[in-house]
């Protein structure tokens, strides 16, 4: 079984997302349109999914089945995404560390009962250039808003749905290149190094990838690889959620606001085609 790489909140991210939640899901409406009462739309890439029990009250089969039909055709096309399941109640152990997270089902356990997963990854590389995509949604506590634990799955989602297509990208060892919109064509490896290299340059995106970062913004020992790989997640959920959770108020629902570069990257990278 392959490991699966989880995203989890703390506190701090909740109450930013309590703070802003009006404004939170006007800037979502501007791409997806969740919560509609209308028929079931087919699932655009034939995702099957299970336990939905676990996520169903706050991102029903139909919200997911309209993300995946809003997504640009360029974007699904790069993703090995097969399966969408629920699994119960997850929080961050206390004692835990960024070089060794612990989970537990416990909550009197965890180090706090707001760093909670809200969900997971998980790649199983089939051969060279095949790869199977999980995407976990963890049952959010009861004591979330549900308008506040919707989003939270959604952009959960969306930032793992981003690592579906970029880790295997890295990993594999076929040199995967891309064709932008205006025909240009560029390995996956030197895209990547570009996006590294402006990335160290500004703040982090957001609150979730600070941990990843020293106080100069290179990206700490040992986090070399993942730091930006969850930067780039969170730049693409950016992009189409249209904010970044992070404590500085002017970026809040205007991230891009001064990496201009970047945003140009994360627009060729969504719309190229793999080549």
């Known amino acids: 079984m392959p ?3 989880l995203f989890f909140t703390a506190e701090e991210a909740v109450r930013l997302y309590e703070k802003n939640i009006d404004e939170i899901i006007e800037h ?3 791409y997806f349109i969740l919560g509609t009462q209308t028929r079931l739309v087919p699932l655009s890439c034939a995702c099957k999914i299970s ?3 676990y996520f169903s009250f706050w991102l029903s089969i139909s919200d997911i089945a309209s993300i995946l039909r809003t997504l640009p055709s360029t974007i699904k096309e790069k993703s090995g995404l097969e399966k969408i399941i629920g699994k119960p109640e997850l929080w961050i152990e206390q004692g835990s560390s960024l070089d060794s997270v612990q989970t537990t089902k416990n909550e009197k356990k965890a180090i706090s009962p ?3 997963v809200v969900s997971g990854v998980s790649i199983d590389y089939v051969s060279d250039d095949v790869t199977s995509s999980t995407i976990s949604l963890y049952k959010i506590p009861h004591f979330i808003d549900r308008r506040v634990g919707r989003m939270l799955h959604l952009h959960g989602f969306m930032h793992n749905y981003a690592k579906t297509i970029i880790e295997p990208m890295i990993s594999q060892k076929k040199k995967s290149a891309l064709r932008f919109m205006d025909g240009k064509m ?7 190094q570009n996006f590294k290299n402006e990335v160290v340059l500004k703040f982090p995106i957001s609150i979730y990838t600070e941990m990843y970062r020293e106080k100069n913004n290179t990206f700490k020992k040992n986090f070399e690889e993942k730091g930006p790989v969850e930067e780039f997640a969170e730049c693409n959920s950016a992009f189409f959620l249209g904010y970044a959770c992070t404590k500085n108020e002017q970026r809040f629902f ?4 001064d990496r201009p570069d970047i945003v140009q990257m994360i627009e060729n990278f969504i719309y190229s085609k793999r080549i």
């Open 186 to 192: 560029v390995l996956f490896n030197d895209f990547f």
């Open 114 to 116: 707001y760093n909670f």
């Open 3 to 5: 490991k699966e790489e």
């Open 51 to 53: 336990d939905e029990k």
């Open 254 to 257: 205007d991230a891009f606001k």
């Open 28 to 30: 979502t409406k501007k």
